[in-house]
């Protein structure tokens, strides 16, 4: 089982330099509020993603008054330590395994995988479309390296042809050898994406309904619903038959990057008619669901970040929950909150629970 030994941080966040090593199955972060323990929590998720899971503006993340950051853990699977290191200083990322540079980053994703459940999660089911797409395909990119590349080019076709719709808009030339090619790679890309977002809701519906009656007991059944506008056209046709439309608007209006997931409980929207403690439960449900996908499809349980949960649940849902994380099957569990007492008396006597107290 893969876990995380021990991570080095330099000017990240509030912290100039510490250093932290772990040892338990359940590490718990205790400590007042502004003392960074959630950045603790960020800088873990930043080993496995080389990204924050807050903010997509490096710079924020740098100690204010300096121009880069530093983040260093070392790995151990079966025995074998390996260091990853994650530098970004003055706008320039750079990633070492064991001190030998990585050609792209993009080949350490998969490597290590972290879930994360923090405070502001609940706009994943309250938000706009963007974030559940998000969501889906940070997913999949950890489980399928093809995923990945086809998503990478699908949004960089996708850029070109709304440039060119722009410039068509403006200066029609009516030459459509470009927007043809464009279109050919977005069919290829778009199509495998939808395949395996649609795989994808398929194989964790039952996995959510098990984990949201584990954590509500409550007799709602949950469910997610795929909306995509190639349910009934493939995409090609809807190119073609958008095209006219997409020259006036100036930018392509049909394709997977509309897709959007329509969580439900007993069929009806979870956004519009759950309540805040079905929410919960829900948000829960789904993150452990994609907790069990990844460990499934990568052959190791991903390590799991706890972001002040205890001020978010009631007793009932964190002892639930606490049943879930305290298996002998579950890996790696990082959790943050300001009572060391109230961590204490959540877990059951013997559980295996290292603290560091900030």
Known sequence: MKRLKKITLAQFRNYSTVSYGFSNAVTCITGANGTGKTTLLEAIYYLCYTKSYFTGHQQNIAQKG???????????????????????????????????????????????????????????????????????????????????????????????????????????????????????QLVISGTYIFNERIKFVNHIIPVLGKNYRKLSGGKEQPNIEYHTQLTHDPLDVLLKNSLYHDVQMQRTLKGVHKDDLIFTLNELPVKQFASQGQKKSFLFALKLAQYSYLAEKQGQPPILLLDDIFEKLDGERITALM?????????????????????????????DIGFVEL
């Open 66 to 184: 300096t121009d880069g950051f530093r983040v260093e853990g070392v790995f151990e699977l079966d025995g074998i330590d390996e260091s990853i290191v994650c530098k970004w200083q003055q706008g320039k990322k750079e990633l070492f395994a064991n001190d030998v540079p990585y050609e792209k980053v993009t080949d350490h994703i998969g490597k290590y995988s972290a879930v994360m459940i923090a405070p502001d999660d609940l706009e994943l089911l309250n938000g706009g479309s963007e974030q559940r797409r998000k969501w889906i395909d940070s997913v999949l990119c950890q489980t399928d390296r093809q995923y990945l590349e086809s998503l990478l080019l699908y949004q960089r076709v996708l850029q070109q042809r709304n440039a060119w719709l722009k410039q068509e808009y403006a200066r029609p030339k009516n030459d459509f050898s470009e927007i043809e090619y464009y279109d050919k």
């Open 323 to 351: 049943n879930i994380i305290e298996s002998p099957d579950f890996g790696q569990v990082f959790l943050s909150d300001t009572d060391k007492e109230r961590v204490i008396a959540a877990f059951s006597k013997g559980a």
